[in-house]
């Protein structure tokens, strides 16, 4: 499963480095990043669907979820 951030719609709210700082980070100016890249560690699934839910701009994405 890996993770990524589409920054067309990521608008700053930091919910997604709030809730899973080991998958997200911020930049420069406060946007979401994703940290490495992207691949979301065993154990870590959920901190991801959390940031996923809780993104009011729906700018996150999992993807290879099964």
Not at 6 to 12: I, V
Not at 48 to 55: E, F, S, T, W
Request: glycine share 16%; hydrophobic share 30%; net charge negative.
């Amino acid at each position: 499963m890996k993770v990524q951030i589409d920054p067309e719609r990521c608008q700053g709210h930091g919910r997604c480095y709030d809730l899973a700082p080991g998958l997200f980070g911020e930049d420069d100016e406060g946007y979401g990043t994703v940290l490495g890249d992207g691949a979301v560690e065993p154990g870590r699934e959920n901190e991801a669907r959390r940031a996923v839910a809780n993104c009011p701009e729906r700018a996150i994405d999992l993807t290879g979820e099964a």
